[in-house]
């Protein structure tokens, strides 16, 4: 079955980087859409970046030139590198996987990223 399970989060400085990784298995990852959204207290989850399986790239406007979403179709694995940090980037980091529009998105259990001001 689908599994994506993140990594890679943490407490960090206002300023300060971070990497994600989300590592799938059980479906074709290089024919799918990879993405990272965010859930922040009393918010709605929002999409922070995606990357489709030709590798066309697309970013919320909150984080362009800060973030970088990449995919290693080798190793099955999607990184978001989080340079920057603001403490308005604090949330839960997910990993999502979708074969393409109107298709069933899958999710992972997420990661917890903190920025302190």
């Known amino acids: 079955q689908v599994q994506l399970v993140e990594s890679g989060g943490g407490l960090v400085h206002s300023g300060g980087s971070l990497r994600l990784s989300c590592a799938a298995s059980?479906?074709?990852?290089?024919?799918?859409?990879m993405s990272w959204y965010r859930q922040a207290p009393g918010q709605e989850r929002e999409l922070v970046a995606a990357?489709?399986?030709?590798?066309?790239?697309d970013y919320a406007d909150s984080v362009k030139g800060r973030f970088t979403i990449f995919r290693d179709n080798a190793k099955n694995t999607i990184y978001l590198q989080m340079n920057s940090l603001k403490p308005e980037d604090a949330a839960v980091y997910y990993c999502?996987?979708?074969?393409?529009?109107?298709?069933?998105?899958?999710w992972g259990q997420g990661t917890q990223v903190a920025v302190s001001s």
């Open positions: 990357t489709s399986a030709d590798g066309t790239t």
């Open positions: 059980g479906f074709t990852f290089s024919s799918y859409t």
């Open positions: 999502a996987a979708r074969q393409g529009l109107g298709r069933r998105r899958y």
